[in-house]
């Protein structure tokens, strides 16, 4: 039996909401859209019941806050951040937050459909059956690879600045946060971006944490708050702050893996600052042992 239930709307609303993808697939398809226009324009009917230029004659400090040309997002204060991909893609991030503020966002039944059509073109790559839930947020999102049948639970983050792979039936569950970046200790402006890597059907569960250029293997499991750094192996159990192997699941082996942390190499990391050495050398000690009075 399945864990969810189909549920399905009455005709009238789901002809409405079909109807209301299709226009939004064409619209997003033509590249003569306007994409801030159109942003602005949608949001003035989800957030406020009305036209944009009525909005704009109305509220006009309002009103500018939907045209995604008078906002900043804080991925565009990054060197790393591609700012002619970030042009393309910030429209559709801001319909995407800001959808989720409005009750057509906060219902799964018009909201996740709309994501995957935005998701097609914010993502670098996105298979079938994507799905996620509200609330979730990326850095720059044109840097995510993401399978087939990936699941995004609610008020998951996931830094891809760095990039991040999300392969084939990957869970993401509840305040997960996936980072592909790090600082120095020292010299916080001394940023390395490495690619996370997440495995075929690798669960991801509440509140853990992944830090950037950690690579977990298919079919293994995240240990809810446990802190991944580094690699995590096919069907393992991860649990803790570091996370440590400590179960393995009675599956497998698989006769092939697409992630599998013991052949995969190593993300030696990109400086997004090429003002400092790479790779970044030691900067920590471990404290002096106490000496006996
Ligand atoms: C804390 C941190 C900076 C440690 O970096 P580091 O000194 O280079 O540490 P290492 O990666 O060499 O790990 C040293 C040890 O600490 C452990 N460790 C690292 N980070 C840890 C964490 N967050 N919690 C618990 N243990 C941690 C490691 O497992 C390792 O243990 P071991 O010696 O038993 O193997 C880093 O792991 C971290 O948390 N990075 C995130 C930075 C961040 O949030 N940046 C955003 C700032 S805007």
């Known amino acids: 039996m399945p864990w969810l239930n189909p549920l399905s709307l009455s005709e ?3 002809t409405q909401q079909d109807n209301f993808l299709s226009t939004l697939e064409a619209t997003l398809q033509d ?3 306007d994409r801030p226009a159109l942003v602005r324009d949608l949001l003035a009917q989800f957030l406020y019941g009305r036209r944009f230029d009525e909005l ?3 509220l006009p400090l309002v009103a500018q806050q939907l045209d ?3 906002i900043t997002f804080e991925a565009e204060h990054y060197t790393a951040t591609d700012q002619e991909q970030f042009s393309r893609v910030k429209p ?3 319909l995407w937050k800001n959808l989720d503020l409005s009750p057509l966002g906060q219902n799964p039944a018009f909201a996740i459909p709309v ?3 935005l ?3 914010i993502f670098k790559r996105v298979g079938k059956n994507f799905k996620c839930w509200q609330n979730v947020e990326f850095s720059v999102g044109y840097n995510l690879e993401v399978g087939d049948d990936v699941v995004i639970h609610r008020y998951a983050f996931l830094d891809d600045i760095g990039g991040i792979e999300l392969h084939d039936g990957a869970s993401v569950s509840d305040y997960v946060n996936i980072y592909s970046h790090t600082h120095s200790v020292i010299d916080s402006p001394d940023v390395t ?3 996370t890597i997440i495995g075929r059907g690798v669960r991801l569960t509440y509140h853990s944490t992944i830090l950037a250029g950690s690579i977990i293997s298919d079919d293994a499991m995240v240990a809810t708050h446990a802190l991944v750094r580094g690699k995590i192996e096919p069907h393992a159990i991860a649990m803790g702050l570091p996370a440590r192997t400590t179960r393995f699941k009675l599956q497998g082996p698989f006769a092939s893996y697409g992630v599998d942390s013991r052949t995969h190499s190593e993300c030696r990391g990109i400086k997004a600052n090429p003002e400092f050495p790479a790779p970044t050398p030691v900067q920590t000690r471990k404290p002096e042992p106490e000496k006996n009075p």
């Open 12 to 14: 009238q609303v789901q």
């Open 31 to 33: 590249p003569a859209t």
């Open 56 to 58: 704009q004659a109305q």
């Open 68 to 70: 995604s040309r008078n």
């Open 92 to 94: 559709l991030l801001w």
């Open 115 to 117: 994501r995957a059509v």
């Open 119 to 121: 998701a097609k073109h």
């Open 193 to 195: 971006l490495k690619k």
